[in-house]
């Protein structure tokens, strides 16, 4: 039996009703009947909705078929509920599926390989949540491991969004055109994001993106690429308290500021970067930073040994060598695979690019 004589009780439960149209019935239930919104994913491509109102709490699977009716009961402890029973069937057909409450972060494992992302062949741009158009920047996705996101709002204004959180093990937002007006748990009142500025969205922080400036497009990077976005309806930013070395799952909020930051040798003779003070909030975990030549055209061809080497140019041109000749112009993007020779050529004295890596340093 499931009750209290079986073990620990039940936290919460969700019915699971399939759906053709997400977005469509996701409208119908807050905006027609009240219920509000609790969690949403993928964020790029939304196929999984929880909703809950007036005692009922109600999961929409995208493309589901669950015809029989699906509950499912979440249990902080579910291998201690029904014997240990994961999935049951009740006399009706009705199938009973027993899931833990707060599950661990699942990270895949990496499936490291060169992969490159050209703006100019017209990648497609899919609906994502909150009038969100996303441009998937690595297809594949490393088997899971990593997500890129090229996200636009085109009309600009104020942006349905909400208080919400992400449990992730890094990710951060560097925007790259327009500007955008965001808010942070702890981080004081709503500020502007702007071209050249970008921020390190640590672990469970609550924030919420307010308004943007028509065109805005920002580059989002996260690890997995599978995550939840839950909504927290109780909490209302900004918050009374600010702590900006507030640690949220052992990394700390950065918000980098492109005008006021100085530029230092980078690792490579005769160029040089912004750091943008990720790698010290996640402790080594991760590194951004805003790269140019100074001096020189070239890196020499190197390997690295990181888990995970992402660039995206932001402006100028370059060629890539890389298996193969690749130019590179705005817009595009590449991962490098560890052990992978590589180097850039024909650096224009215009080109910045964004490079991203775990570990900070490489």
């Not at 996303?134 to 997500?147: A, K, S, V």
């Not at 390190?200 to 996260?222: K, T």
């Not at 980078?266 to 790269?291: K, S």
Request: with cysteine; aromatic share 8%.
């Amino acid at each position: 039996m499931i009750g209290a004589e079986s073990g620990p009780q039940i936290r919460s439960a969700e019915v699971v009703l399939p759906c053709v149209e997400l977005d469509a019935t996701v409208d119908f239930f807050t905006q027609a009947l009240g219920f509000r919104l609790e969690a949403i994913f993928p964020a790029d491509a939304p196929a999984v909705a929880v909703i809950a109102g007036f005692g009922l709490r109600l999961r929409l699977e995208r493309g589901s078929d669950c015809a029989a009716g699906t509950i499912r009961l979440l249990s902080p402890e579910p291998d201690k509920v029904a014997n240990g029973a994961r999935v049951l069937k009740a006399p009706n057909g009705t199938h009973i599926e027993i899931v833990d409450a707060a599950p661990a972060l699942v990270i895949p494992p990496l499936d490291p390989h060169f992969v490159l992302s050209r703006m100019s062949e017209g990648s497609a741009w899919g609906a994502g949540r909150a009038g969100m158009f996303y441009r998937d920047l690595i297809p594949g996705r490393l088997c899971g491991r990593f997500i890129a996101s090229h996200i636009m709002i085109r009309a600009g204004g104020a942006v349905a969004d909400y208080v919400h959180f992400h449990n992730v093990r890094f990710q951060m937002i560097y925007c790259r055109k327009g500007w955008v007006r965001v808010v942070y748990e702890d981080q004081g009142p709503p500020f502007v994001l702007e071209a050249g500025d970008c921020v390190l969205q640590p672990p469970l922080i609550r924030h919420r993106v307010l308004e943007s400036s028509p065109g805005l497009e920002v580059i989002e990077i996260g690890c997995p690429a599978l995550h939840e976005t839950f909504a927290d309806n109780e909490l209302t930013l900004p918050t009374p308290v600010v702590d900006p070395t507030r640690d949220f799952g052992g990394q700390r909020f950065v918000r980098h500021i492109a005008n006021i930051a100085s530029w230092r040798p980078w690792r490579v003779v005769g160029f040089e970067c912004r750091n943008t003070g990720i790698g010290a909030a996640t402790g080594g975990l991760a590194g951004a930073r805003v790269v140019r030549p100074r001096d020189t055209v070239k890196t020499p061809l190197s390997t690295h040994d990181a888990e995970f080497a992402f660039t995206f140019v932001l402006d100028g041109a370059a060629t890539l060598r890389c298996d193969g000749i690749h130019p590179l112009s705005p817009g595009d993007a590449f991962t490098i695979p560890a052990g992978m020779p590589h180097a850039l050529e024909d650096c224009s004295r215009d080109l910045e690019f964004l490079e991203v890596t775990l570990p900070a340093a490489i």
